[in-house]
Every structure is written in C-alpha cells, then in structure tokens.
C-alpha cells in the first residue's frame, strides 16, 4: 500500500541543530537580549520562527521579533555556504521510499525562503513531492499544514504518516489523527515524544522501512 510519508527537515532528515543555536545566540546578541542555555533554544527547534523568539524572549514586541528574525536569517544564510549535513541512512531511506511508490513531503517550521535554499543544495530535495512551511500556513503544532498536504497530495488521513523529532511533530500529528513515527536522534528526548504515542520510535531513519512494509 502506497502512503503519504511527511517528514520534518531539522532535526529528522538534517543534522542541523548546532547551527540553529548558533545563530540564534549570534542574534540574541546583536539584538542586545540575554544570552539562553543551549538547551533551551533546542528545545523549541521546529516551532515558526516568530513563535521561536516570542518563546524565547517574551519581552520583546513585535518589532523587535521582526528585527531579531531578519538578524537570525542572516546568520543562517552566512553559515548557509556549509550545508548541514544529513542525518545516518537518511539518503538511501527516502531513495527506497520513493522507489517503492510512496509519496515524501516535508512540514517544517522553516520559512519558505529558508526551505528553497536548503533544497537548492540537497542531494534529496528531488525526491519530495510537495512541502509546506510555517510562514504561509499555521505553525507547528497546529495541524493545518497536515490537512494542506493530505489535500495537495489527494491522500486519506489513513494512508499518511507523521515522521518528526518533536513533540510539535507528535502533537501535530495527533490532532490530525495521522500515525507517527518518532526519531530519537532529534532535538527531543524520547521520552517526551512517547508521550503522544507513536507507532513507532526509530534510532536510524532506516529502522521504519520495514514497519512500513509490514504495515501494508
């Protein structure tokens, strides 16, 4: 049985944690605002990026969210000349995947700007069939850019799957009533994501290959 398999980018397929608190601390800073544990910056990776400063400083109004925004995307996009690499059996996952007839799309908590330039570098950006960002939808954990893909890609809540990192993913998908498949090596720790009952909870990406076959 062919299904609808929607991934997460940060955190699930890219490896790309230490350059997102990077930069945030890099914007933190010119911004003049506090300086954040690590964890509690990779604790909200995933979120839009308004709904990530707003979390992170409250006190900020916002202007000052939209200035910090346009600070951290150009940090991003300098530290962009050095892709962030993806994550062990990512490559060859998704290629399998795709061979077997499945359609891949991604939800992400980037922009789209963010998304198209990733994309423009990524050895798998071809084999995703459709994607939706956090700026021009509702962000994580809001399931509307669930609905808008199952909607673009003319697939049943019943024949897709949720992969993701996060607790945002997990309760994304929940409130979709889609099936989830949480990673382990992500931004949060397993336990938090048990919370939402995945079906399946994988230490390689590769690990759901056979679930997948299983289950159809």
């Not at 945030?24 to 400063?53: C, F, K, T, W, Y």
């Not at 499945?102 to 998304?115: E, I, P, Y």
């Amino acid at each position: 049985m062919h299904m609808l398999i929607i991934f997460d980018w940060d955190g699930t397929i890219s490896d790309s944690a230490d350059k997102i608190i990077r930069c945030m601390h890099r914007a933190a800073d010119e911004m003049g605002l506090p300086a954040l544990p690590d964890s509690e910056i990779q604790n909200i990776i995933g979120l839009g990026l308004p709904e990530v400063i707003s979390t992170l400083y409250p006190e900020i109004d916002s202007a000052g969210i939209d200035a910090m925004c346009d600070e951290y995307a150009k940090h991003f996009i300098a530290s962009d000349d050095q892709p962030s690499p993806l994550f062990p059996s990512v490559a060859d996952t998704l290629e399998t995947l795709k061979s077997q007839g499945h359609t891949l799309a991604v939800a992400t908590g980037k922009s789209r700007r963010g998304l198209n330039r990733v994309f423009g570098k990524s050895e798998v950006s071809g084999l995703f069939d459709a994607s939706r960002c956090a700026d021009e939808t509702a962000s994580k954990p809001h399931p509307k850019m669930l609905f808008e893909l199952l909607s673009e890609c003319r697939a049943p809540v019943t024949k897709a799957i949720m992969v993701g990192d996060t607790e945002y993913d997990m309760e994304m998908a929940v409130r979709a009533n889609m099936t989830r498949v949480a990673v382990t090596y992500g931004a949060h720790d397993v336990s938090r994501l048990r919370k939402f009952e995945p079906a399946l909870c994988v230490d390689r990406l590769e690990e759901m290959l056979g679930w997948i076959e299983s289950t159809g």
